[in-house]
């Protein structure tokens, strides 16, 4: 099956600063990926898709200036968390669709566990 | 308003055990629905996933089910390991390839 990896998969940083999280389609081309957030026992809640070429999608109360998403290549997206505070500790997970014969799947990556300070 | 709700929320079974379970949606329209498995810290991975057509659908120990009628969804798992410990998540493709994801079941196998 396709990989979708994330990278750094665990970051700790200090209140107001930037933090940068990769997330890479290792043998497939993804002109579209989506990326998640979830707390602690709730399900993962979509952020935001991003778009290969263009702007990004955010969902309604996401704000886009915080959320920074660039979809640069067809293999990688980056969201990074900009003045992040100790609220934006979470567990960040990206996903990319392939086609599977008839059906499109959705592959996640691992994750990044953000812990700010 | 588009849902998915699972239950048990949670689940304690010895190792050796079957058990099921559930999944109910109102997605509407409906693509295809997913059941995954997240172990903790970890991203998910998908088990299963079936099309409007699909009534049934087995990988390994994991089978699912597909009621589109009712909307109701289930997975099964055969003889439990302690592996299979982790959170379940059931995850209704709407239109647009719109994802709405069930909040989990937990489950966790004791010996």
């Known amino acids: 099956g396709a990989v979708v990896s994330q990278h750094p998969s665990r970051v700790i940083c200090k209140s107001g600063t930037s933090v940068k999280i990769e997330c890479r389609s290792l043998d497939f081309q993804a002109t579209t990926m989506f990326w998640y957030r979830q707390f602690p026992k709730q399900s993962l809640m979509l952020m935001a898709t991003s778009n290969e070429g263009s702007k990004a999608t955010y969902e309604q109360g996401v704000e886009k200036d915080k959320f920074l998403i660039n979809h640069a290549s067809l293999t990688l997206s980056t969201l990074t968390v900009t003045s992040a505070h100790p609220e934006d500790s979470s567990f960040y997970i990206c996903s990319a669709p392939a086609s599977l014969g008839y059906v499109n799947e959705q592959f996640f990556g691992p994750g990044t566990r953000l812990t700010v300070l | 308003k588009n849902q998915v709700e699972q239950s048990p929320q949670s689940l304690i079974i010895l190792e050796g055990k079957n058990c099921t379970l559930q999944?109910?949606?109102?997605?509407?329209?409906?693509?295809?629905l997913r059941w995954y498995k997240q172990d903790t810290g970890r991203g998910p991975v998908s088990l299963t996933i079936?099309?409007?057509?699909?009534n049934t659908k087995s990988n390994g120990r994991y089978t699912a089910t597909l009621d589109a009628d009712t909307k109701q969804s289930s997975l099964h798992i055969t003889a439990s390991q302690l592996s299979d410990s982790a959170s379940y998540i059931c995850v209704v493709t709407g239109g647009g390839n719109k994802l709405t994801f069930g909040t989990g079941t937990q489950l966790k196998v004791e010996l």
């Open positions: 999944c109910n949606y109102t997605v509407s329209p409906f693509s295809n």
């Open positions: 079936m099309t409007f057509s699909e």
